[in-house]
């Protein structure tokens, strides 16, 4: 996925001020913003980037269009910005892309530790 400017700001952003947070998801200004703070150039496993991919495709699912996509300087953290919906339904629908995170982070092994 193509890294935008915007994407790149967020990423950064949610590592300045939530680095304590490993993935997550809220709506800012109209749009769901669907962030990790895992590794996504270093994990070995491939974990973040089935995040992504598994955030892309549940977004498109719920008829949201994913606009932006970053990683920080690093390439530890990440963020995709989604729009589309009214602000209740993407609260809503912020809860359920935590859900989506955590069983691509979990995979195959959803052991507690994995």
């Known amino acids: 996925m193509n890294q935008t400017d ?3 700001g967020l990423a950064a952003e949610v590592n300045e001020t939530m ?3 490993h993935r997550g998801a809220f709506v800012r200004r109209g749009e769901l913003i669907v962030f990790g703070n895992d590794g996504y150039k ?3 496993k491939g974990r973040p980037k089935r995040e992504v991919e598994a955030a892309v495709a549940w977004a498109k699912g719920h008829g949201l269009e994913v606009t932006d996509f970053g990683t920080d300087a690093d ?3 990440w963020a995709l910005v989604c ?3 009214r602000a209740h339904d ?3 629908l912020a809860v359920e892309a ?3 995170l955590r069983k691509a982070w979990v995979g195959d092994n959803p052991g507690p530790l994995s």
């Open 6 to 8: 915007k994407g790149k």
């Open 19 to 21: 680095f304590q947070a």
């Open 42 to 44: 270093g994990d070995d």
């Open 75 to 77: 390439g530890h953290s």
């Open 83 to 85: 729009r589309g919906g």
């Open 90 to 92: 993407l609260r809503r």
């Open 98 to 100: 935590e859900d989506v």
